[in-house]
């Protein structure tokens, strides 16, 4: 004879079996490997760095208008805007995953009218219910658990991407506006060489005229002008694309943004320098989008979870009341329903949907550590790549000072030869066009040392912490 004891014991008997297995279903470590992280850096660290924080970075250079730009470029581009949605959808399904563990309680309203022309029928039939149903699923095996623990990761994951995406904001809108400023300052080398080239020009004629020079060298001069007039054209075309990718970047009126740009015409924003740390580990850990590829990789483990535990038993509990009602051949019958118990739903065969849906699961958490891995070799790549243009780019501006400073010179001898007829022309033109390029490679050298300050800050994740992930604080 089976005893109310042993009925209550006999069903728990599959339960327990099960909660022997869970080992099964225990996800791999959601920790990143920490053996690709390299030891070292290999380039040279710049010298003369402060230990400043890089959050008010922008506000250090010498122009207030790049961090004003930068700042517009945050509050307006749809970019950041786009990272911010997908912040909410995540932490949505945070709540959606969570919902799932919780007890759920809907109204069921019905009613239906039927007849029939059987044998022995009464007739028409008319019938009317309203009940109350909870359900609330006993999560035995932390499926739900693993769910609401891959949709925080990928939350945090997205926090992570909003402020990465706010570092390659401003990093952009700094790289546009430096090469608007280097573009000034090219076009002003180029201006003031035209100037000189048509005086040189209408000079040369002049002498043409007085028989003091030959006619071909005044053909020589004026072809000079015309080229020095065509690089100044060109040169103009390349700032107004700059202006209109700010504008872009900014999403700042053309106008206005001209208006602001006009006082600081041609001149380079001078960043203040900051520390890296030697040890790479500590450096990396401030990248958003590392911190991203971690938390990615924790999603994936409690996916693997999930997936193991949906491979046990379910057990819910479930309850009804409400109110019933069936009228038949003119006779009304209701009355109070209710009802309630637990319910066990174990899988037995499925043709190996939950078997195969591990694997995926566990083939995601791989390909999770593996985009991890690659994320980290690429920003170790990126601070090393700038910290050697840093470092190229410090040494080469003092040589291309020198150069620039020794042509100059030489041009403006070769000028007063001319006037006192002492220098030939191809002389002049010569040492012209050495000065020119010369300039011009000054300004270049001193834009890439600057864009390697940018690239720098980049790659070291601009001053976002670790600390902050959760929060969509300023990070700049």
């Known amino acids: 004879m089976t005893t109310t004891s042993d009925r209550l014991r006999g069903p728990s008997l599959p339960l327990l079996a099960c909660l022997l297995f869970t080992a099964c279903a225990s996800p791999p470590p959601a920790q990143p490997p920490a053996d690709t992280v390299p030891p070292q850096w290999q380039a040279a660290l710049p010298h003369g760095g402060e230990a400043a924080q890089l959050a008010g970075w922008w506000a250090r250079f010498d122009d207030p208008l790049l961090a004003q730009l930068i700042d517009t470029a945050q509050r307006r581009n749809p970019t950041l805007a786009q990272a911010a949605a997908r912040i909410a959808q995540a932490r949505a399904s945070v709540r959606i995953a969570g919902a799932a563990a919780r007890p759920t309680l809907a109204a069921n309203v019905g009613a239906q009218r039927s007849d029939n022309d059987l044998p022995g029928t009464t007739g028409l039939q008319t019938a009317g219910s309203a009940t109350l149903d909870a359900a609330w699923e006993i999560d035995l095996f932390g499926a739900t658990r693993q769910a609401v623990a891959a949709a925080q990761a990928r939350a945090d994951g997205a926090d992570a991407q909003w402020h990465n995406a706010r570092v390659s904001l401003a990093a952009e809108v700094a790289g546009a506006y430096v090469g608007l400023r280097s573009c000034e300052a090219v076009l002003e080398v180029y201006e003031n060489d035209a100037r000189s080239g048509g005086q040189t020009a ?253 690239a720098l800050y980049k790659a070291v994740g601009g001053g976002w912490q670790q600390a902050a992930a959760g929060t969509t604080g300023d990070s700049n």
């Open 202 to 454: 209408s000079l040369t004629q002049q002498k043409v005229d007085a028989g003091f020079e030959a006619p071909a060298n005044a053909g020589l001069a004026r072809a000079a002008a015309a080229e020095a007039a065509n690089r100044v054209v060109a040169q103009r075309a390349d700032c107004d694309l700059s202006v209109k990718q700010l504008a872009a970047l900014t999403v700042e009126a053309e106008p206005v943004l001209r208006g602001l740009l006009a006082e600081r015409r041609a001149r380079l924003p001078q960043p203040a320098s900051f520390a890296v740390e030697a040890v790479p580990a500590q450096v990396l850990a401030q990248r958003p989008d590392v911190a991203a590829a971690e938390r990615e990789i924790a999603a994936a483990s409690a996916d693997v979870g999930a997936a193991h535990a949906d491979r046990f038993p379910r057990l819910s509990l479930t309850g009804s009341i409400g109110r019933a009602g069936v009228r038949v051949g003119g006779d009304t019958f209701d009355g109070r329903t209710w009802s309630f118990g637990p319910a066990l739903l174990a899988p037995l065969v499925d043709g190996g949907r939950r078997v195969a849906a591990v694997d995926a699961a566990q083939g995601r958490y791989d390909e999770a550590v593996a985009g991890w891995r690659e994320r980290v070799l690429a920003a170790a790549r990126e601070v090393e790549e700038a910290l050697v243009r840093l470092e190229a780019a410090q040494r080469r501006e003092q040589d291309a000072q020198r150069a620039a400073s020794g042509y100059a010179e030489f041009l403006a001898a070769a000028q007063t030869q001319w006037q006192v007829g002492t220098g030939s022309l191809l002389d002049l033109e010569q040492a012209r066009r050495s000065s020119l390029g010369a300039d011009a490679a000054l300004i270049q050298v001193r834009r890439e040392r600057v864009a390697a300050w940018l």
